[in-house]
């Protein structure tokens, strides 16, 4: 990976912003303030916030230094590919969804309810999927190894499989879900194109609507000389 540690851009700013988070998070926690992290039956008991605060949580002084380095490791080589702007929404949005639709999922699965889950594996293992998809069958190099961005991408997977062998399946849910989203978002650009042909369908209806409003002078009815037509008035 080229530039692997970047010292400037938006991942140096999400890896930051994710490890204050968490710190801030376990201390609202403790002091029972209120539960920021995702817990799907209190959720459906009005925690309506949860899907949003749990989005970049992590817990253990391990496991909120891993995220972070992640974050800016995987971040910084997404960034370069997407820009800043797509990678801020795709760290917002993959965990948002995938928070709110493992709350649904807890509807049919009881055994999912009462489940606590932090956000920062799921956007970890988000980043680092889609950054092998998006490299596809082209080499990249990570940490002096030379892989493929797709057998990188079915690491970062088999990483959520091992868990669920020596955690539980019910762990990795919101992980699995996150990893589905982000092959809808690389392989079919959702939500991205979707909201670009929604921002020209409203560019175009602005300008038809304009255009209705225009009515056309002849020559007779104009109030400037006849050679003002090589002017641009």
Known sequence: MRGMFPRRGAAVHLAVLALILSVAGWLILQRRWFNPYLVPAEVWGGAFWQPLTWIWLSTGALGVLLAAF??????????????????????????????????????????????????????????????????????????GISLTGHFFAALGLAFVVLEAVFNSPIAVVPSLVGACLCFIWVRWRFPGHFLERYGSWRLRRKFALRRKQLNVVSGGKRNTPTDSDRYLH
């Open 70 to 143: 992640l974050l800016w490791i995987l971040g910084s080589q997404l960034e370069l590919l997407w820009g800043r702007p797509k990678l801020w929404y795709f760290c917002i949005f993959i965990p948002l969804l995938a928070g709110v639709l493992t709350v649904g999922v807890a509807r049919v699965w009881p055994a999912l309810g009462a489940r606590h889950f932090e956000g920062g594996g799921v956007l970890t293992t988000a980043l680092w999927v889609a950054l092998g998809l998006e490299i596809g069958k082209r080499p990249l190099n990570f940490f």
